[in-house]
Every structure is written in C-alpha cells, then in structure tokens.
C-alpha cells in the first residue's frame, strides 16, 4: 500500500541552526502539505504547495520556514535558524485531489526538538 | 471560517465501557469532509474514517461507529466495548482545501 513517508523521524538541534524534514509524498499525489503538533497541543495547518508552488499558509509560517520540491519526489520544509518553540512533531501529507476531493495520507511525522 | 470544536479535552472509562467522543464543526461549504484521526502514544496520525457532506448514513466498522448528524453539525464517535489500546488521543477534522483539525480529546481507557 502506497504511504507517505518521513525523515528523520526524530531530529535533535540546537537553536539557531537550520533544519530540513523530508518528505516522500505518494507518487501520483499533486497536493502537498505541512502540519506541526506541538507537544500536547492540536495539529495545526502550515503549507500546502501545489503546481512547485505555496498554494495556502497559515500566520505560524512565516520568512523562517520555506518548502520546496527539489526533484519531483521529495518535498522539504525548511526551517532557517531554529528557535526553542519550533519543537513540535511536524506532519507531511499528500493529496491526489484538491479541495473537499482527494483524502490527506499523512506520515508518522517528524519530531524536532530544538535545545 | 472552518471550525472543529472538540468539547471533552480528556475522558477516562473502565475497560468494556462503551464511551463516545463528541465533535461539532463550523463551515460555510455544502461539500465537505468530516474525518477522525487516532494518535496513539507513538505518535503517529492514524486515519479511521473519512465521511462526505452529502452522506449522512451512520457507519459502523466493528466497535467503532460514527454518528454524523447535519442538522446539529455533529460528527460522534463512539467505541463499544472499549479496550486498553483504545487509549489514545482522538482528532477530529473537517476539510474542505485543507484539513482543519480540532483539539482533540485523550481518551484513557482504564483496565
């Protein structure tokens, strides 16, 4: 069965550095998406990127956070230099569809912890 | 705007106690999807159901069911005969271009 899949699954950092999470969405998915669950707390839209660009945003993506699709496989998000509140399980998910179409498969997620 | 509200932040039952999880949603979309989401202590996202606006039957999936009701914008769920690995946190959400989930409610199931 086709999955989404993530890594690393757990990145350790100190603040201040840069981060990558990849992301291998399924392979005929064109939707793509970021989500962060902070540690006891909900799981909160970031991005979603479709057509290699930023399709929506939410207010906690901001000028420290980018996604890109480097080579039609991998999806990334960056974060730029890491502060301790970015520590959260942070989510990637696909979408054959858009909109109310297309069921989210998501990952087993990324932890980042920021020291 | 797109709304999940989950009301119960934490229940706990005794094993074999039937137990239900209660969502209500907010959107101004006719055509929307209506999910719950299980995330054991592993953490991981575990997806269980995925019900469309326009269908409003009950589904039943052996002790899980889900009582979607349009007219009070509810989306219920309930667990028969709980087990121990029921415990988890339960997430509901609604989509309509991206998923919005609510707060979700951490159900203990106690032995």
Known sequence: EPEVTQTPSH??????QEVIL????????????????????????LVSFYNNEISEKSEIF?????????????????????????????????????GSIGE?????????TVL | AQKVTQAQTEISVVEK???????????????YYLFWYKQPPSGELVF?????????????SGRYSWNFQKSTSSFNFTITASQVVDSAVY????????????KGTRLHILP
């Open chain 1, 11 to 16: 990145q350790v950092t100190q603040m201040g």
């Open chain 2, 48 to 60: 269980l159901i995925r019900r469309n606006s326009f269908d409003e039957q009950n589904e039943i």
């Open chain 1, 104 to 112: 989210l498969f998501f990952g087993e997620g990324s932890r980042l």
């Open chain 1, 22 to 45: 990849r992301c291998v969405p399924i392979s005929n998915h064109l939707y793509f998406y970021w989500y962060r669950q902070i540690l006891g707390q909900k799981v909160e839209f």
């Open chain 2, 91 to 102: 997430f509901c959400a609604l989509r309509d271009d991206k998923i919005i989930f609510g």
């Open chain 1, 62 to 98: 901001d000028d420290q956070f980018s996604v890109e699709r480097p080579d039609g496989s991998n999806f990334t998000l960056k974060i730029r230099s890491t502060k301790l509140e970015d520590s959260a399980m942070y989510f990637c998910a696909s979408s054959q569809g858009q």
């Open chain 2, 17 to 31: 106690e039937d137990v239900t999880l209660d969502c209500v949603y907010e959107t101004r979309d006719t055509t």
